[in-house]
């Protein structure tokens, strides 16, 4: 196969053949995938669906805690998750650069099918092009996911008195890619958050009826998805400074590169709103998920009036606005 | 038990703030802290605290960042910097856009890291850019020092280091302003002394204090500075970071400034020509300065006339003031030096939303 893709890897001949035998279904490995010709075929009960789409093109492609193949599968599995959907398949897009290294490949295809095995998703149709040098960047991948909306869930309306969960330590996963991207020299281990949050969705399965929504904090970070929650629901959120998990050694390199931990992409986490009466339960559940041992409620729904703001008190009383990211923040970040 | 301290504190501003009151601080910190623990919410609306010049990204000159763009043009150089530079715009670009674009820009936590670069890779020519106040121009010149004792040839600096006093005197200077108080920067405090700063209540009978960056430490300012300002008719200098700060402050990082800098006049971002207020590179060290050694033109700045940071950073308006604030002017595209870095007034306005919150 030699040791770079080369354009006759994409031309749908003899070595996008050997490429997806050797590579592709090597570490996808299941039936549906291999029995499959141009469409994979499948049988769902009864229920509703979700389904979502994503595409990756997170530089550098390898990075402490995942690397893009983690990144594309999780966040598939995730927007699922936070649909309320138990994810079941997975469709893969690869646009590859002409000369990317068939090793690199293989890593980044391996990873993808152990966090198939982990989580129990199957990766059941793809596909693969190979554009000139120059075209892309390394390697781009687009993923689509189906899920099976979990009984008793649905999206509620929420009211005031509601309290606001997140599921772990925010900005992880941005402020692993900034220290790559700026090639920054620091001490401590820093890691990104990506993980599947299938587990978190199985546990909370008993409370389904008292989960009022869910988002996972991407692009943007917790604040803009706090502020898409305030404006979807119309209504105000309260946070508590002193509540929101972060690292210290994530606000310290931060202040270096003068960047808010609130703004930076979290990949394996997510937000919660919850009936105040259910919610210390709920978050006992989700602390017993492995990652999750930092999860904590961070504010509550307020009526706002006619604006939907999200502001934060500090720990002295004091209180600021916290808006919706705006302008350029941490470009390629997923 | 701080929390106590701190909630007995603002009750005590609140009832002595019966008229209103302006209080500048002058350090980038000060000004972040203030509107992130949203110190303005807790306090009457009374006490009015004002942003100086605090932030010295923010009153370097664009020109600066053109020169160091210029300079990675047109030579086969990289640029190293502290991280907050990157993102900072000249007329047209940041050094974010160049690195980007394959251009060798590093990021160090130190100068002195630079020493070993230079000394492992002779070929390499490396130019640091040494922006700040007294509080950062030690360890630039102790790497300058030892470049020149290790014979290093291939680093050099490109500097827009600027004095805190004499920008303090300019602005003590216009009247316009009102200033009641001042909260002296605990960073070039612990450099220069708080003896640095006694000339405040002395010369010009303005209550000053040097402050630390918690909570306790801004608020605890704010008290000894409103007391002051209410009951005393001679007012007085305190130091309230002895924890960080000596009264002659730090003589070896004070002897390195001596060593390799000499006081220049210098023109500051929105504010102009302020005499004494920069330090340059001695001649003994000539060798190091990027600007002997790496020839560049750069156009005449624009100037753009409705922008208000002069004010600002003089203390007479509030970024709110200004009529381009938040309408042409925010941090992805600044019209002034205000909006231009984390650590500026109008950028940190901007991201807090500040005022805008009256709940």
Same mark, same amino acid.
């Given at each position: 196969?030699?040791?770079?893709?080369?354009?006759?890897?994409?031309?749908?001949?003899?070595?996008?053949?050997?490429?997806?035998?050797?590579?592709?279904?090597?570490?996808?490995?299941?039936?549906?995938?291999?029995?499959?010709?141009?469409?994979?075929?499948?049988?769902?009960?009864?229920?509703?669906?979700?389904?979502?789409?994503?595409?990756?093109?997170?530089?550098?492609?390898?990075?402490?805690?995942?690397?893009?193949?983690?990144?594309?599968?999780?966040?598939?599995?995730?927007?699922?998750?936070?649909?309320?959907?138990?994810?079941?398949?997975?469709?893969?897009?690869?646009?590859?650069?002409?000369?990317?290294?068939?090793?690199?490949?293989?890593?980044?295809?391996?990873?993808?099918?152990?966090?198939?095995?982990?989580?129990?998703?199957?990766?059941?149709?793809?596909?693969?092009?190979?554009?000139?040098?120059?075209?892309?960047?390394?390697?781009?991948?687009?993923?689509?996911?189906?899920?099976?909306?979990?009984?008793?869930?649905?999206?509620?309306?929420?009211?005031?008195?509601?309290?606001?969960?997140?599921?772990?330590?925010?900005?992880?996963?941005?402020?692993?890619?900034?220290?790559?991207?700026?090639?920054?020299?620091?001490?401590?281990?820093?890691?990104?958050?990506?993980?599947?949050?299938?587990?978190?969705?199985?546990?909370?399965?008993?409370?389904?009826?008292?989960?009022?929504?869910?988002?996972?904090?991407?692009?943007?970070?917790?604040?803009?998805?706090?502020?898409?929650?305030?404006?979807?629901?119309?209504?105000?959120?309260?946070?508590?400074?002193?509540?929101?998990?972060?690292?210290?050694?994530?606000?310290?390199?931060?202040?270096?590169?003068?960047?808010?931990?609130?703004?930076?992409?979290?990949?394996?986490?997510?937000?919660?709103?919850?009936?105040?009466?259910?919610?210390?339960?709920?978050?006992?559940?989700?602390?017993?998920?492995?990652?999750?041992?930092?999860?904590?409620?961070?504010?509550?729904?307020?009526?706002?009036?006619?604006?939907?703001?999200?502001?934060?008190?500090?720990?002295?009383?004091?209180?600021?606005?916290?808006?919706?990211?705006?302008?350029?923040?941490?470009?390629?970040?997923? | 038990?701080?929390?106590?301290?701190?909630?007995?504190?603002?009750?005590?501003?609140?009832?002595?703030?019966?008229?209103?009151?302006?209080?500048?601080?002058?350090?980038?910190?000060?000004?972040?802290?203030?509107?992130?623990?949203?110190?303005?919410?807790?306090?009457?609306?009374?006490?009015?605290?004002?942003?100086?010049?605090?932030?010295?990204?923010?009153?370097?000159?664009?020109?600066?960042?053109?020169?160091?763009?210029?300079?990675?043009?047109?030579?086969?150089?990289?640029?190293?910097?502290?991280?907050?530079?990157?993102?900072? $715009?000249?007329? @047209? =670009?940041?050094?974010?856009?160049?690195?980007?674009?394959?251009? %060798?820009? /590093?990021?160090? !936590?130190?100068?002195?890291?630079?020493?070993?670069?230079?000394?492992?890779?002779?070929?390499?020519?490396?130019?640091?850019?040494?922006?700040?106040?007294?509080?950062?121009?030690?360890?630039?010149?102790?790497?300058?020092?030892?470049?020149?004792?290790?014979?290093?040839?291939?680093?050099?600096?490109?500097?827009?280091?600027?004095?805190?006093?004499?920008?303090?005197?300019?602005?003590?200077?216009?009247?316009?302003?009102?200033?009641?108080?001042?909260?002296?920067?605990?960073?070039?405090?612990?450099?220069?002394?708080?003896?640095?700063?006694?000339?405040?209540?002395?010369?010009?009978?303005?209550?000053?204090?040097?402050?630390?960056?918690?909570?306790?430490?801004?608020?605890?300012?704010?008290?000894?500075?409103?007391?002051?300002?209410?009951?005393?008719?001679? $007012?007085?200098? @305190? =130091?309230?970071?002895?924890?960080?700060?000596?009264?002659?402050? %730090?003589? /070896?990082?004070? !002897?390195?400034?001596?060593?390799?800098?000499?006081?220049?006049?210098?023109?500051?971002?929105?504010?102009?020509?302020?005499?004494?207020?920069?330090?340059?590179?001695?001649?003994?060290?000539?060798?190091?300065?990027?600007?002997?050694?790496?020839?560049?033109?750069?156009?005449?700045?624009?100037?753009?006339?409705?922008?208000?940071?002069?004010?600002?950073?003089?203390?007479?308006?509030?970024?709110?003031?200004?009529?381009?604030?938040?309408?042409?002017?925010?941090?992805?595209?600044?019209?002034?030096?205000?909006?231009?870095?984390?650590?500026?007034?109008?950028?940190?306005?901007?991201?807090?939303?500040?005022?805008?919150?009256?709940?």
């Amino acid at each position: 196969m030699g040791n770079s893709i080369k354009l006759t890897h994409g031309n749908g001949g003899k070595d996008t053949s050997i490429l997806i035998k050797e590579i592709f279904q090597k570490h996808f490995n299941n039936n549906l995938l291999i029995n499959s010709l141009d469409a994979a075929i499948f049988e769902v009960g009864q229920g509703k669906l979700a389904f979502t789409t994503d595409s990756f093109v997170v530089k550098p492609l390898f990075f402490s805690g995942g690397d893009i193949g983690k990144l594309a599968v999780c966040g598939t599995i995730n927007d699922l998750v936070v649909s309320g959907a138990m994810p079941l398949y997975i469709s893969c897009g690869f646009i590859i650069e002409e000369g990317f290294s068939i090793d690199l490949l293989e890593n980044i295809v391996a990873s993808m099918g152990e966090m198939c095995k982990e989580t129990g998703v199957k990766i059941i149709t793809g596909d693969t092009k190979v554009v000139e040098k120059g075209s892309v960047d390394g390697l781009f991948i687009n993923t689509s996911g189906i899920g099976l909306i979990i009984k008793g869930y649905e999206q509620k309306p929420i009211k005031e008195g509601d309290k606001v969960i997140v599921t772990g330590g925010i900005g992880e996963h941005g402020t692993t890619i900034a220290i790559q991207r700026y090639e920054m020299k620091v001490k401590g281990y820093f890691k990104s958050d990506c993980m599947p949050l299938n587990k978190v969705i199985k546990k909370l399965g008993k409370y389904a009826i008292k989960i009022k929504l869910m988002k996972d904090p991407t692009r943007g970070g917790l604040a803009t998805a706090l502020n898409e929650i305030a404006e979807f629901s119309g209504m105000g959120i309260h946070l508590l400074e002193e509540q929101i998990p972060v690292k210290k050694e994530v606000i310290s390199v931060n202040q270096l590169i003068g960047l808010d931990p609130l703004y930076l992409a979290c990949e394996g986490r997510m937000i919660l709103v919850v009936d105040q009466m259910e919610c210390e339960k709920v978050l006992k559940e989700i602390r017993q998920c492995e990652e999750c041992e930092d999860a904590a409620i961070i504010g509550s729904i307020v009526n706002s009036g006619t604006q939907s703001i999200v502001f934060m008190e500090t720990f002295i009383g004091g209180k600021r606005i916290i808006g919706p990211l705006d302008g350029p923040m941490l470009p390629r970040i997923c | 038990m701080n929390k106590e301290l701190i909630r007995h504190l603002i009750k005590e501003i609140n009832i002595m703030a019966s008229k209103e009151i302006k209080i500048m601080e002058v350090c980038g910190t000060h000004t972040q802290m203030i509107s992130k623990l949203g110190i303005r919410s807790v306090l009457s609306p009374n006490i009015k605290l004002l942003s100086g010049p605090g932030c010295p990204v923010c009153v370097t000159e664009e020109k600066y960042i053109d020169t160091a763009i210029e300079m990675l043009n047109n030579y086969d150089v990289t640029i190293a910097t502290f991280g907050d530079l990157l993102r900072v $715009k000249g007329t @047209k =670009n940041c050094l974010l856009d160049k690195k980007s674009r394959g251009k %060798n820009v /590093i990021i160090v !936590h130190s100068p002195l890291d630079l020493i070993n670069i230079a000394k492992d890779d002779k070929k390499r020519k490396i130019i640091f850019l040494g922006v700040g106040f007294e509080t950062t121009a030690p360890i630039i010149a102790l790497t300058i020092r030892t470049a020149f004792e290790k014979e290093i040839n291939n680093l050099f600096f490109l500097t827009s280091i600027k004095l805190m006093s004499p920008i303090l005197h300019y602005i003590l200077k216009q009247p316009e302003n009102q200033i009641q108080g001042l909260i002296c920067p605990g960073h070039v405090a612990s450099i220069k002394g708080a003896s640095y700063f006694e000339f405040i209540a002395e010369d010009y009978n303005i209550p000053a204090a040097v402050c630390g960056f918690e909570a306790l430490d801004i608020l605890g300012g704010i008290h000894y500075l409103v007391k002051q300002i209410i009951d005393n008719e001679n $007012k007085s200098f @305190k =130091n309230l970071y002895k924890r960080c700060v000596r009264t002659q402050g %730090n003589p /070896i990082a004070n !002897h390195l400034i001596e060593e390799v800098f000499q006081i220049s006049h210098g023109v500051w971002r929105g504010i102009g020509k302020v005499e004494n207020s920069f330090l340059t590179i001695k001649k003994k060290y000539r060798n190091f300065d990027a600007d002997n050694n790496f020839e560049v033109k750069i156009e005449s700045q624009r100037h753009i006339s409705k922008c208000a940071c002069s004010d600002i950073l003089l203390g007479n308006k509030t970024p709110r003031e200004c009529e381009l604030f938040d309408r042409v002017c925010n941090p992805f595209s600044p019209y002034g030096p205000c909006m231009v870095s984390t650590e500026g007034a109008c950028a940190i306005a901007y991201k807090y939303w500040e005022e805008m919150y009256n709940g």
